[in-house]
């Protein structure tokens, strides 16, 4: 059934490669300008009002962009329906969410409301471990919580010991294979939001090491080592896609609602890049696009000229400055136009892409001997990255059954 969804999402993702796989910011021009003028010219004519709604309501856009993209899926298009869990907040004491937000705590609640088995839970890359505090108050279990960060591993394991709970913590690398031995055949490995190479590691894993369960919600699959894309399942790796670890953020890149002062402030810090880079490819006399680190948002209060300092400085760069920085500043702006407008179409690719990798991952399962449901475990309110990923290893029982059988 997966694999059916994949192929489509493949097949979707190939032929209109033209709209997603391009880095906005590299580009002058529309990456489609020769091939689709119409949909340029329709994208050059639409006002900075019609732009803002189309990027808060971008459904209201896609029966417009029809003309140009005959296939062109709307958002909610059956393909992309994944099918909801249902989440009740549970009634937990005070205490147990004491100092979690309310977002990540609703996430939280709904992640452990899907552990329902008795087998002892090993929590990947667990932070604090609020997670597993929570699955082992809930269900009375033994959680194991891996975290890299020794400061976390030590108030994670306070707050559990507070709490007398059945959690310990162990600092390890899962990368480096540190945690490889906490895995085995009779635990259930719970992930919520381990990022990119991590929760890949776990996946790996269950291959060699074959967890009794697996319950993951992927995120961040951009964060990785690898320059592009190594799909997990053999389905993935026939696949014609060469995905870069840049384009791979497209699949995270979901709009958040931010203040008014914060999007004043990214759209500023958008242009500003974007003229430094004119202006370096004028006195650098080069036609690559020349990325810029992230700085202390304190830059942003002072102007152009300082910040093109800072970034010679950053870059080690040196060229003489012309007397006025005025005309990159215009010329970027006209960028930024285009790029707004690239990202009103690259927008409709954002879920159809993070479903093509999740679809990748479980796949990948499967072929590992798992019955594996994908499904979404909390509203995209709650978090954009609600994608849930449930194996069971086949003839796995959980220990609770193995009692039973007692
Ligand atoms: C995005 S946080 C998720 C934390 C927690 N699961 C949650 O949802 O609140 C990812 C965690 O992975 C940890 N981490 C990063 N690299 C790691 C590694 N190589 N091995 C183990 N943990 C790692 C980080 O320190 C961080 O606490």
Redesign the pocket.
Known sequence: MYNNTFQQLDSYLVSLQRFWQFEAFHHHDYPWHVSDPALCDFLDNLSEQELQLYQQQPEKLQPLLNAFIGSLRALNDPLFNVKPLSFVEPDTPFWLSNGIKGR?WS??SAFALQIQDQNPVV?????????GRLISWQQKLSVTS????QT?CDLGAAEANKMQLMQQFKQ?????G??DSCIDANCHAV?????G??HLRLIALAKTHKPAQLTISP??YHLTSQPIYQPCSSSGKKSSLIITKQRLKLAVNKQTTTGKRQSRLSEQEVLWRLAFDELQKQCLNTTSYFPLPSFPKTLLSEDFNAFVLWAMQEKSLSFALPRSLQPFLLSAQQRLKKVRRMELISQFFVRPLELWLVHDRALSLQESGYHVTLSTFCDEQMTPRNLLIQAQRKGATDARCDLLLY
Not at 146 to 149: A, G, L, R, S, T
């Open positions: 990540k996430q939280i929590e990947w890359c667990a932070g604090k471990g609020h997670l891996i975290e890299w960060q976390l390890a690398d899962v990368l480096k540190e945690a992930a919520l939001h381990a990022c190479d991590l995120c961040c």
